[in-house]
């Protein structure tokens, strides 16, 4: 889904003067929420920069217009359950960011619970076949989480690449003003090429989720199993070890206590089977 015009002029500078004080002043690279997706991530120059949960390090974002009419369409979506999960700031920077591979959104998530998600890209600047805008495989949603891997099969990448076997001959390309927003289901197959052009590409998600239920049995992401060994990790484990367990307990809350009901559902329906086994 496309829409051109989500927010105003005046909304999109307020948002992109704060994600960009955040990515020039490096705020959140020590605890991981930083980092090169697609590179060595060592604080060099970056090809795929990312903030995960920006609205952690900047709380004004929440007083913002999109977070508003991103959670109006989340409910009409996904029904008056939907509540916001993350956010992610995407940069692009001029002549060097990288491909964001094809990829489904779910194969980043936690295999252990049901997601019913979607995501509202927002553009911030032009998104253009020439500097990175999306496509997507029409349809793809209805597939199942398909292989991935990390990119290029380097575990030290953040980023992951869609392996299995899918149709990107029957993509769709999704062009945008600053504004303009596209939305997409978790499973949905999604790639955005390479910025070739002089002028960054910057582009603000919201996830959006219903509760979160635990699967009886886990699915099986083998692509998860070396997700502690990029840079990211190594340094979000050394700042919760150093000072900031108490920090992230405290930015994770809200997901930390959906998680403990999720858990707590599961046992009492699993109690309620045993009982009526009886």
């Known amino acids: 889904m496309v829409i051109n015009h989500l927010i105003d002029s005046t909304e999109v500078d307020k948002l992109r003067r704060i994600l960009e004080h955040l990515y020039e002043n490096k705020i959140g690279f020590k605890e991981g929420a930083l980092f090169d997706a697609v590179g060595l991530d060592d604080g060099s120059e970056s090809r795929f920069p990312q903030i995960t949960d920006p609205r952690k390090l900047a709380p004004e974002l929440l007083e913002s217009a999109y977070f508003g009419s991103a959670e109006a369409l989340a409910k009409q979506?996904?029904?008056?359950?939907?509540?916001?999960?993350?956010?992610?700031?995407?940069?692009?920077?001029?002549?060097?960011?990288?491909?964001?591979?094809?990829?489904?959104?779910?194969?980043?998530?936690?295999?252990?619970?049901?997601?019913?998600?979607?995501?509202?890209?927002?553009?911030?600047?032009?998104?253009q076949s020439e500097n990175s805008c999306m496509s997507f495989v029409p349809g793809s949603h209805r597939l199942p989480v398909l292989m991935h891997q990390p990119v290029g099969g380097d575990p030290r990448m953040h980023a992951l690449e869609c392996i299995g076997d899918f149709d990107a001959a029957s993509a769709v390309e999704c062009p945008l003003q600053p504004g303009g927003c596209t939305i997409h289901d978790h499973r949905t197959l999604h790639y955005a090429g390479p910025n070739n052009s002089d002028r960054p590409r910057l582009a603000y998600v919201l996830t959006f989720d219903t509760k979160l239920v635990l699967r009886d049995k886990p699915l099986d992401y083998p692509w998860r199993k070396d997700r502690n060994l990029t840079a990211r990790a190594t340094r979000e484990?050394?700042?919760?070890?150093?000072?900031?367990?108490?920090?992230?307990?405290?930015?994770?809350?809200?997901?930390?206590?959906?998680?403990?009901?999720?858990?707590?559902?599961?046992?009492?329906?699993q109690a309620a089977r045993i009982l009526r086994g009886k």
């Open 77 to 127: 979506i996904l029904g008056p359950t939907a509540k916001l999960r993350n956010d992610i700031m995407f940069m692009k920077p001029a002549r060097v960011g990288s491909v964001t591979a094809w990829h489904q959104d779910e194969a980043f998530a936690n295999p252990d619970y049901q997601h019913d998600q979607i995501s509202i890209w927002l553009a911030l600047t032009q998104a």
């Open 237 to 269: 484990r050394e700042w919760r070890r150093q000072t900031g367990m108490l920090k992230f307990a405290w930015r994770n809350r809200d997901e930390l206590v959906d998680r403990g009901i999720a858990k707590m559902s599961a046992l009492k329906d």
